[in-house]
């Protein structure tokens, strides 16, 4: 049972647009919904991460928009550009403290493109 | 941020063999440690809860014999590989969190930046 839902697969952005990937989640307990970002051969980095007591997070050019209702989070990424392509990761977890895991979506492959 | 250390970055070894990856939280501690595993262009699939002077806690499908982990200090895990076949070539991540950190802090998870196990 795939616990948290991410799409696209993969994602063509031109430079200077808007990259919108979504997820989507069962477990009505999740409380903690961050962002990573990977480079190819490297670990993944939080990027930005939100809770579920507001609706959006806005930090620099990324923001993400939650929507506990409909269990759905998304992330914005303004003014795209070519070094923020990258594979992007939604995750989730109960409670972001002591032994709890994150959860990952199977990632969305950014390109954008000059 | 906090930095999280493994290695070796990369290592190849013959079937049969087992490789050794460490773990390692550089400027604080970690009561537990994650390992995950990702194939090529896929998510990273949770192994293993590693939990400091305690067994490990694996998840469904894997081999505790087969990936030893190891969580000696609170700054150290290691993830071993024994007895290496071809099918076990793949990127291995570990992750840690600050045991400082309790629910009212931000309790980020950090990564360490792989290990890439290739048997031949």
């Known amino acids: 049972q795939q616990q948290v839902k991410q799409s696209p697969q993969s994602l063509i952005v031109q430079k200077g647009g808007i990259s919108i990937i979504n997820c989507a989640y069962e477990n009505t307990a999740f409380d903690y919904f961050p962002w990573y970002q990977q480079f190819p051969g490297k670990g993944p980095a939080l990027l930005i991460a939100i809770r579920p007591d507001v609706s959006e997070k806005k930090e620099g050019r990324f923001t993400i928009s939650f929507n506990k209702s409909a269990k759905q989070f998304s992330l914005h990424i303004m003014d795209s550009q070519p070094g923020d392509s990258a594979t992007y990761f939604c995750?989730?977890?109960?409670?972001?403290?002591?032994?709890?895991?994150?959860?990952f979506g199977k990632g969305t492959r950014l390109s954008v493109i000059a | 941020g906090a930095v999280v250390s493994q290695h070796p970055s990369r290592v190849i070894c013959k079937s049969g063999t087992s490789v050794k990856i460490e773990c390692r939280s550089l400027?604080?501690?970690?009561?537990?440690m994650f390992w995950y595993r990702q194939f090529p262009k896929q998510s990273l699939m949770l192994m293993a809860t590693s939990n400091e002077g305690s067994k490990a806690t694996y998840e469904q499908g894997v081999e505790k014999d087969k990936f030893l982990i190891n969580h000696a200090s609170l700054t150290l895990s290691t993830l071993t590989v024994t007895s290496a076949h071809p099918e076990d070539s793949s990127f291995y991540i570990c992750?840690?969190?600050?045991?400082?950190?309790?629910?009212?802090?931000?309790?980020?998870?950090?990564f360490g930046e792989g290990s890439r196990l290739t048997v031949l």
């Open positions: 995750a989730a977890s109960r409670r972001n403290s002591g032994n709890t895991p994150l959860v």
């Open positions: 400027d604080f501690q970690a009561t537990t």
């Open positions: 992750s840690a969190r600050d045991a400082a950190s309790g629910i009212t802090n931000t309790g980020e998870l950090f």
